[in-house]
Nanobody, 115 residues
Framework: QVQLVESGGGLVQPGGSLRLSCAAS????????MSWFRQAPGEQRELVAR???????NYVDSVKGRFTISRDNAKNTVYLQMNSLKPEDTAVYYC?????????WGQGTQVTVSS
């Protein structure tokens, strides 16, 4: 049974930082591309950052230079370091694994950026 468990969300002031973690189990983690998506109220879910099995990364333009995705294959964990947070980053953040046609989702973690 595949499980993706996110943690690290919370309330932070504008300009602050958070680090999200996603612990995976039940899959060959190192062979999966891992991504972070987010969904704000009334908005569609959007891809924020992705890291493939080789470690190559890509980001949505709105977070480039502020967010960093990384993975630790020994710990079956993917991270999203979020710096210089803005109110528009407020959303539920979801972890996603991808290998061929198989995709799995975590339950999401709320990130709220507000003063």
């Amino acid at each position: 049974q595949v499980q993706l468990v996110e943690s690290g969300g919370g309330l932070v002031q504008p300009g602050g930082s958070l680090r999200l973690s996603c612990a995976a189990s039940g899959l060959f983690f190192r062979l999966n591309a891992m991504s972070w998506f987010r969904q704000a109220p009334g908005e569609q879910r959007e891809l924020v950052a992705r890291i493939n099995s080789s470690g190559s990364t890509n980001y949505v333009d709105s977070v480039k230079g502020r967010f960093t995705i990384s993975r630790d294959n020994a710990k079956n964990t993917v991270y999203l370091q979020m710096n210089s947070l803005k109110p528009e980053d407020t959303a539920v953040y979801y972890c996603n694994s991808e290998r061929g046609p198989r995709r799995y989702w975590g339950q999401g973690t709320q990130v709220t950026v507000s003063s």
